[in-house]
Each structure stands twice: as C-alpha cells, then as structure tokens.
C-alpha cells in the first residue's frame, strides 16, 4: 500500500489515482455540519478561519471523548454528502484534500478537479482503527460543539481509499 | 403481582449499551466475513478493515463506531409486573447518561432547531409493549444516523402489491447508495399504519441476520429484495461488488383496506445490538 505524509504536492495529488489504496499519515483538521455553518459565517464577516485552509485537509468526523491514557476516542469518518453545500468554497480556499465517507455531489467533484486536490474516502463504522490512529488531538474552535468542535489531529497511517482524484475519476 | 424496581431496569440498560457500543452482534460479524470472502479489490479491503476495526475496538475497549447512535430501547413488560421506584423514561435515561459517560461514547443528541446538545445522550427512544404475564425483557439498539438518515417511508396503494412493496425497499437502498455504510442491514415495516409502519421496519433490525420470516410468503419477498439488492453493485461503502446488503428483514402487520404502507429502515454494516431478560 502507498505510504502517504502530509503535507502532499501538488505533484503527488495528481499522482493519486481513485479505487487505490494510501496510508495518509500527518495533520488534518476536524469539522462537521455545525463547524461549517461557523465558517461560513466567519467568512461571510471577512474574518480568519480557525486554522489556514491553504494546503490543509479536512477531516469530516466527530471523535468520541478520548479514554483515560489514549489521545483520541473512536473517530471514523461521518457522510460527506451532508457537507456538499459547503465544500466546493473550502476547497477554493486551498484544501489539499477532504477526508470522508460515501459519494459526493458532481459541484464537489467538479471543485475538487478545479482546485487539484482528492476526495479519500475512509471507511465508515470503523471508529476505533481510526481512533487508535490518532497519535495527538487539539481543541482548535468551537469547544461548545463538543464533538462537533475542530480538532487538529497527528494520524499515522490512516487506511483511505482515494474516491474522487484530481482528474475527475471516481471509485464510486 | 411481581414488583420490579426500576433501578433494575436503568442498571440492564447501563450495562446492554456499555456492552453495545463496543461490540458488533455475532451475526453481523459472521455475514461481514462470509462478504469479505466473496469481494476483491477496495471492497474487500473495506471489509476487512471493518472486521479489523472490530478486533482493535475489542483490545483497545473503544467504541466500534464513534456513532455511538441514539439509543433505542424495547421493553416488553408483563401487565402483572408493578413497577416501583424512579419513573421508566428517567430510569431508562440514567442507564444511557451512565453508559456513555463511562465508555467514553459519543453523546450525539441535540434540540432539532438549535442544535444544542443534551450533553448526556439522552432521551432514549423507548417502546413499551405491554403482554400478559411477569416477564420483562429488554432490547437496546444504538442507532447510528448515516443510516437512518436514509430510511423511507412509503405509503403505497394496494393495487401496488408485492411488486411495489420489492420496488420501495430497493429504490431506499439504491437512492442510499454509499452514503447509510453499506452493506446494509434492511428493516421493512409492511402494514399497520403512518406511524406504526415505521416502527415495525425498526423491530424488523432486531431479528438475526441470515434468518427469514416464519411467513413463507414473506421469506420469499425477503429473498427477492435481497437479491435485487445485490444486483444493483454498489457494494461496501459504495466500492461496488457482490454484497450491497447483508440481509432483508421484513416485518408485516394488518393494514387499512385502502392502504400499503411500506417503511424502510436501513441499518449499517456496524450493527450493535443486546437484549437481557429480568
């Protein structure tokens, strides 16, 4: 399997080829529905994001509190399709790829094209691989969300599919 | 007259969605491995890292799922059982509270409007069906939403009939497509009415994986759903292949004479279920 280190060139973004199988290892950022509508609103007021999108991954998941002595809970990836309203405007904001499960819409996949950045899909309901994965999580905003908030997480080897590359081919 | 304190039932609940949150039943587990076999390519490997996922959530005690779900509660009480003590929804709330606090679960319930969340999980969806005798049983379900969030309901004519009933289970599944983590389990209520329908397709999840309907007649409708289902390719987590479903499950009730209800509930490939009798 391709071993992967984030940060990825553009080089190896369009390297990658969809139905093929990476181990991503390095920073992403959490962000579900909630923190969305909080970005949005950020940028709708011209103010910073939590974190710069520029060459950043997005996450979409929601982590399970961590247990005592580990540094992140269950954490495998929610339904990406509930986040197509908002993703084609982060991805031109320089996302270098989003981390999720399940299709996308063809306003994503055409966005993802546009920028050169991938679409991975991780496999839904295994929480506690992904989880286990997590070698060190951040509160970076948003700590009212709970779950919902955004997190930055150190992965190692994180199993990913790439669904949508950067030419516009996809597994689904 | 036999008096059941309620604590019981709030320690039962505790304990099933402990247990639950951090364990596929046997069944799933079975249906998941006889699929990996049957797969190639990126589906397989979608399904061997769910069974993966399994063995890692057993030695690192965590939660299979971070979609540690909103937790449905059965209980099938005895009408000469007295129950004693907090009222039934709260004992059966504090069992949650209890439960995902101390597995580190998920608390994933919110107002609807506003979005802010319970903080502890609760409520719990709970169903009580009252039969005669002393006997009182429990079932927990967690429900994950990317699952549920695909679930349908459709109110059909009888003039529709078996036909129609086959076409609404496989549109919910094919307009599901990847996103409810296939391969599915697939609840159907056939029957009852608006309300009631829905709750059969849930109670139809209950049922073991690779079993059919006692009803011939139903067993056959479940076999063809199934292999219309499979038909249709999208495969685990939508990487096409053979297994789309793990199984079709249907449960029917008397209906109304103008009317077919059919509701579909879809269920994950993570399917965490326990029950305990008191």
């Known amino acids: ?172 | 007259m036999r008096t059941l304190n309620t604590q019981e039932i709030s320690d039962a609940v505790y304990r099933m969605a402990l247990k639950a949150g951090k364990t596929l039943t046997e069944d799933c587990r079975r249906a998941l491995t006889a699929a990996a076999e049957r797969e190639t390519g990126a589906a397989k490997y979608a399904l061997d890292t769910a069974l993966e996922n399994e063995r890692i959530a057993r030695r690192e005690n965590l939660p299979v799922c971070q979609d540690t779900g909103m937790a449905v509660v059965f209980l099938t009480l005895g009408q000469d059982v007295h129950l004693a003590g907090m009222p039934l929804q709260a004992a059966v709330d504090d069992g949650i509270r209890r439960a995902y606090r101390d597995g580190s679960f998920r608390k994933s319930i919110c107002d609807p409007l506003t979005r802010v969340n319970t903080g502890d999980n609760t409520p719990a969806q709970l169903h009580v069906e009252l039969t005669d005798g002393e006997g009182v049983s429990l079932t927990l379900l967690p429900k994950g939403f990317g699952s549920e969030n695909m679930s349908r309901l459709f109110m059909l004519t009888p003039a529709e009939g078996r036909e129609g009933i086959l076409n609404a289970i496989v549109s919910a599944v094919r307009e599901a497509g990847s996103r409810p983590c296939p391969p599915v389990y697939v609840g159907v209520g056939v029957g009852g009415c608006f309300d009631s329908c829905a709750l059969l397709a849930k109670k139809a999840l209950l049922r073991e994986v690779g079993t059919l309907s006692p009803r011939s007649d139903v067993a056959e409708l479940e076999k063809a759903a199934l292999a219309r289902i499979n038909a249709l390719g999208i495969g685990p987590q939508g990487f096409h292949g053979k297994t789309t479903a793990l199984g079709v499950s249907i449960e029917t009730a008397p209906t109304h004479i103008a009317g077919l209800p059919v509701a579909v509930n879809l269920q994950c490939h993570c399917i965490r279920c326990e029950k305990e009798i008191l």
């Open chain 1, 1 to 172: 399997m391709k071993k992967l280190t984030l940060p990825l060139t553009p080089a190896q973004l369009h390297a990658l080829r969809a139905g093929e199988c990476v181990a991503l290892s390095g920073t992403v950022y959490t962000a579900r529905d909630c923190a969305h509508r909080r970005f949005m609103q950020l940028l709708e007021e011209k103010k910073p994001l939590p974190f710069d999108p520029k060459g950043a991954v997005l996450y979409y998941a929601g982590p399970c509190p961590a247990p005592e002595g580990k540094a992140c809970g269950s954490c495998g990836p929610t339904t990406s399709a509930r986040m197509n309203s908002f993703a084609p405007k982060m991805l031109r904001l320089g996302l270098s790829a989003i981390i999720g499960k399940g299709e996308m819409s063809a306003e994503t996949q055409n966005a993802l094209r546009e920028c050169g950045a991938v679409y991975f899909a991780a496999i839904g309901g295994a929480g506690a691989l992904y989880g286990n994965a997590v070698k060190n999580m951040q509160l970076v905003a948003f700590p009212d969300l709970l779950s919902e908030a955004v997190y930055r997480l150190e992965v190692v080897d994180f199993p990913l599919v790439v669904a949508y590359d950067t030419l516009g081919n996809s597994v689904y």
